[in-house]
């Protein structure tokens, strides 16, 4: 099977290879062309300024969003009261995009990072509630009752049953939020920023630098797939009593 | 029923907005009163032209959406029920899910032109992801029980696949569709804000850009209408269609 599936990309980029030769357009570079790019780029050091200043955008948005929304959506999930409060204001504002308040976060916290980071913690906020509550709300009653009959506190049945039982869809909301917490970076600043790596692309587009365009989107590519590994090695670590599933 | 409590939430931000706007400390341009953002919504939605943005935005998202529903499920389906297409197609799904589809977004202008078109196919490859990827999840997971028990009675390829395997599937296809949706929306404002002369997601920008932040906060409001209308219109949908399945299992 990882014969097939590396064959697979292999035929892929041949193929495009080839077309890329025989002449395509412009703005259609072959893959050979862009892996000499993109390794000319990191060589350099803007690329990794550019990097940087996404990073710090993205990842403390995605820190400060999760952990809100992990933290409300469980108390949520286990105390009727909080879930009657906070939920029905939760789920109706779900569907919608939230990168809409950009323009007025950018009113309220002027043009620079913050606007952004606080921006992307509330888009990173809604998946890590929505997964945190559910989880929360799943807890096995058995497994409560037994607590309960076997005299633990409120405190460490949350600590001990709630929170073990609701982790895997945790990691899931995790998942989804990382991957937005790089889409909302990217749109962000692509409307408006002086550096990271939406603005080159858009800086690349307007300049029709083609060869910028795909190494900026090169790195976004890794920097996510990056990400998601990551997350995926502490969900094992964390989750390693948990068979692995999805 | 809803109890009272869930009001206090919404109501206490409404109040603290309003007393904001009231209270002189800032600019009116920060906080503008929610008696002038509800004159600018009326005025949005009796208009002729707030209609018509608003209905290139929907056009736009809705027609990424159908396109990716249509190839999504059949690509899921085909994933879930022959073990070569997904050990091709999964490394290939799973592999570029965590990265954000909106960077091709330059290219697809170059290659679309700035039109609708660039902005459908972007709508069209975020949204595929969920729905091919929660697809999938449903078409294998059918109970083999029931396709062998079937088989036993005799029934054809076709009919189990008719009859087992897409009504097995359905409720994860909606699934699919109900993470899919809202993202269909994000990608249309996202890319309207970023490069259009159109649509919503152009008015937003074109408000601020004008600072009248009363009517930019009117067309955020019509595009949180917008977004919560769809996800309903949804929920009804598959009441009807999944009637044999409680909600509980709509978010996977």
């Given amino acids: 099977m990882p014969i097939a599936r590396v064959g697979l990309l292999l035929v892929v980029l041949a193929i495009w290879q080839v077309f890329w030769m025989r002449g395509l357009p412009d703005y259609a570079l072959g893959p050979v062309e862009i892996l000499k790019h993109f390794v000319a780029a990191l060589a350099t050091r803007e690329l990794y300024e550019h990097i940087g200043a996404s990073l710090m955008r993205a990842l403390p948005g995605f820190v400060i969003g999760s952990a809100f929304g992990i933290a409300l959506g469980l108390v949520a999930g286990t105390a009727r009261w909080f879930d009657d409060m906070l939920s029905p204001a939760v789920f109706m504002t779900y569907p919608v995009p939230k990168i809409v308040m950009l323009p007025l976060f950018m009113l309220w916290f002027g043009i620079g990072d913050l606007s952004k980071i606080l921006i992307i913690a509330l888009a990173c906020f809604y998946p890590t509630f929505i997964n945190a509550y559910y989880g929360a709300k799943a807890t096995p009653r058995i497994l409560v009752w037994s607590g309960l009959n076997m005299g633990a506190g409120k405190w460490r049945i949350f600590s001990r049953v709630v929170v073990p039982s609701a982790l895997p869809l945790v990691f899931a909301g995790l998942r989804v939020s990382l991957a937005l917490s790089f889409i909302v970076m990217f749109a962000t600043e692509m409307i408006n920023a002086r550096s990271g790596l939406g603005f080159l692309i858009q800086e690349a587009e307007n300049s029709m630098r083609f060869d910028l365009m795909y190494t900026s989107l090169l790195s976004i590519a890794i920097l996510g797939y990056a990400g998601d590994q990551l997350l995926r090695l502490g969900r094992r670590r964390v989750l390693a009593w948990q068979e692995p599933s999805a | ?252």
């Fill in chain 2, 1 to 252: 029923m809803i109890p009272l409590r869930s009001f206090i939430l919404l109501g206490a931000m409404l109040l603290a907005w309003e007393f904001a706007a009231r209270s002189g400390l800032w600019n009116p341009l920060l906080f503008p009163s929610l008696v002038n953002i509800g004159d600018e919504f009326i005025r949005f939605v009796g208009g002729t032209s707030g209609l018509h943005e608003a209905w290139v935005s929907l056009y736009r998202a809705l027609g990424g959406f159908a396109l990716a529903a249509v190839v999504g499920v059949s690509i899921g389906i085909l994933m879930g029920r022959s073990a070569l297409a997904a050990a091709l197609l999964d490394p290939l799904f799973s592999g570029t899910y965590a990265v954000p589809k909106l960077a091709l977004f330059p290219i697809f202008i170059f290659v679309f032109g700035i039109g609708s078109l660039s902005k459908v196919a972007l709508v069209f490859l975020e949204c595929l992801y969920p729905i091919v990827i929660i697809t999938y999840q449903g078409a294998r997971n059918v109970s083999p029980i029931l396709i062998w028990s079937a088989e036993n009675m005799g029934a054809s390829r076709a009919r189990i696949f008719g009859r087992i395997v897409i009504p097995a599937t359905v409720p994860f296809i909606f699934a699919g569709f109900r993470v899919a949706l809202p993202v269909a929306m994000i990608v249309v404002i996202i890319t309207e804000m970023i490069s259009s002369a159109d649509g919503l997601g152009y008015l937003v920008i074109y408000s601020l850009s004008s600072l009248q932040t009363d009517r930019m906060l009117a067309v955020v409001l019509a595009i949180a209408i917008l977004g919560y209308a769809l996800d309903r219109l949804l929920i009804v949908l598959r009441s009807r269609l999944v009637y044999w399945e409680k909600l509980e299992t709509f978010y996977v």
